[in-house]
């Protein structure tokens, strides 16, 4: 370990400080911790709107907000926390981790990294500031389907170009990724010896980069379509609304994996640590995550069984989605194969790591019931729908977010942080978080529709319920943001390698890590740990 | 021995650059892509 630490040089020094060494920084770590602030700042935004959502939905009747408003905070609730919240938290993730798991100094294109960030603060201040313009912030779900979306005021062109930017910052941030992966790995690192994480974010980058452009065109369409008189999903015209449906979800279904692959590697990173061994079926999880992401692209049209397809369209899209249970099923095996007769023990990134599992796989099997297409017809655009993308993207992305920050925390800032506030924010946060979602199934299958602001008497006691788990929930978040700044301004100095069982790379950086982490590349002997069996 | 790790240094900048390039160009065929797809659909 010493060897390697001997080789960190002082650049430290060297670089501007206060606000500005924030805005010119082009240092992977700097730039993952913006990330990681940007995001925590969204996930109260977006977890702000929720809150009137919820208390919206308290009781029947209207009480704090007009439907208009409630249809805007919903969509903006949505883009915010997709857009702003889990993807920016993974980037994050990814520019602190990356380089240091693969033995680089920097990331490939450091420029283009402070550039891929610093568009994003722009693009949700666009995005949020439309909702003070004549007509409000667009209110027609985060799907945008026209001709319901065409219909917002003025804020209509300021969406479209915040949703742009998002998808610049996006496709630089898949590039910059890509490229540090393939040509920075530690000498003889090959790609089948590469941390999980690493792995995940590999092909993470790839779905980014495939379909980020293709939001953009569609999105595109419909600003020439409103202002430019072209008719691509105008009815009127001779285009066809469902088209854009076709293109918007073969975009939204490989965004659903861009927020839940890297989770899958986080919980392969944690699992094996607390587990003291190692990662069972390596080479089985890669080409699981390979196998996903391919799948990905032949499913999208499960998200519109009732707008009408043919037979064998409806069979095709039904039985694809099926097939992603299994490369899932094999995952969910093998951390389960991980755990036996494992050394346990339950710190909090554990505990985080075992509620994904648990969580994300209830998530996973009601979409199995999803994609029967007899079945969808019951319970399209019902709540069934949202405790389900709930229950991955809440339960699955952001509680693996969590895990990975009490993860790394000790090694970003060099301090432990609280372990008895850690494992009361998880209770709290896995208890609540089934009281706020796991009502909604039953919500969905008795027929309450998704994106209401009122509804009949007989959902009351079921929405009270998953909004006081809602709040409850919303409330635990806030040992979190304790928790977080409290160990970044102090706390028990943190070891090199806090966690008995982390076999990985960055754990023989001291902590916290020096300005570069590997001006010369690690030797094999370090970097070769045991992921294998 | 350091000019050789200078060498090596610049080699796989020099190849980040080329990755990043390829890449580039793909999203943007992606982009143009799909409005060909679109108009090809409905003339």
Known sequence: ?533 | MADMQDQAVSGRQRRALRTALILGVLALAFYVGIFLIVSWRHP
Not at chain 1, 416 to 441: A, D, R
Request: with cysteine.
């Open chain 1, 1 to 533: 370990m010493s060897t390697v630490a001997a080789t960190h040089d002082t650049h430290a020094a060297e670089h501007p400080s206060g606000i500005w060494r924030w805005i010119t920084t082009t240092n992977h770590k700097d730039i993952g911790t913006l990330y990681l602030m940007f995001s925590l700042l969204m996930f109260f935004v977006g977890g702000s709107f929720a809150m009137v959502i919820r208390a919206e939905l308290f009781k029947p009747g209207m009480q704090v907000v007009d439907p208009v408003t409630f249809n805007e905070f919903t969509t903006l609730h949505a883009l915010i926390m997709i857009f702003g919240a889990i993807m920016p938290a993974f980037v994050g993730l990814a520019n602190w981790m990356v380089p240091m798991m693969i033995g680089a100094p920097v990331m490939a294109l450091p420029r283009m990294n402070n550039w891929s960030f610093w568009i994003l603060p722009f693009a949700f201040l666009l995005l949020l500031g439309t909702t003070l313009m004549p007509g409000g912030g667009p209110a027609g779900g985060w799907t945008l389907y026209p001709p319901l979306s065409l219909q917002t005021g003025t804020a209509f062109p300021f969406v479209i170009f915040a949703i742009h930017m998002m998808g610049i910052s996006s496709v630089m941030g898949a590039i910059n990724i890509i490229a540090t992966i393939l040509n920075l790995r530690a000498p003889k690192m090959a790609l089948l010896k590469m941390p999980m994480f690493v792995w995940s974010w590999l092909i993470t980058a790839y779905l980014l980069l495939a379909v980020m452009p293709v939001l953009a065109g569609a999105v595109t369409m419909l600003l020439t379509d409103k202002y430019f008189g072209t008719s691509f999903f105008s009815a009127a015209g001779g285009g066809d609304p469902v088209m854009f449906q076709h293109i918007f979800w073969f975009f939204g279904h490989p965004e659903v994996y861009i927020m839940i692959l890297p989770a899958f590697g986080i919980v392969s990173e944690i699992i094996p640590t607390f587990s003291r061994k190692p990662l069972f079926g390596y080479e089985s999880m890669v080409y699981a995550i390979s196998s996903i992401a391919f799948l990905s692209f032949i499913v999208w049209a499960h998200h519109m069984f009732t707008v009408g397809m043919p037979l064998a369209g409806q069979l095709f899209f039904m039985f694809t989605t099926m097939l992603i249970a299994v490369p899932t099923g094999v995952k969910v095996f093998n951390w389960t194969a991980t755990l036996w007769r494992g050394s346990l023990s339950f710190e909090t990134p554990m505990l985080f790591a075992l509620a994904f599992l648990f969580l994300f796989t209830i998530g996973g099997f009601s979409g199995v019931m999803c994609a029967i297409v007899p079945a969808d017809y019951q319970y399209q655009d019902s709540y069934f729908v949202v405790a389900h993308f709930h229950y991955v993207l809440v339960t699955g992305a952001a509680f693996a977010i969590m895990g990975a920050v009490y993860y790394w925390l000790p090694k970003w800032t060099g301090h432990m942080y609280n372990e008895k506030l850690g494992k009361l924010h998880f209770w709290c946060s896995t208890i609540f978080v089934n009281v706020l979602f796991f009502p909604q199934h039953f919500l969905g299958l008795a027929g309450m529709p998704r994106r209401i602001p009122d509804y009949p008497v007989q959902f009351t006691d079921l929405n009270m319920l998953s909004s006081i788990g809602g709040f409850l929930f919303g409330a635990s978040q806030l040992i979190f943001l304790y928790l977080v700044i409290s160990t970044i301004r102090g706390g028990p100095k943190a070891p090199a390698k806090p966690w008995e069982g982390a076999k990985g790379l960055e754990w023989h950086l001291p902590s916290p890590p020096p300005y570069h982490s590997f001006t010369t590349p690690p030797d094999k002997e370090v970097w070769e740990h045991p992921y294998r069996d």
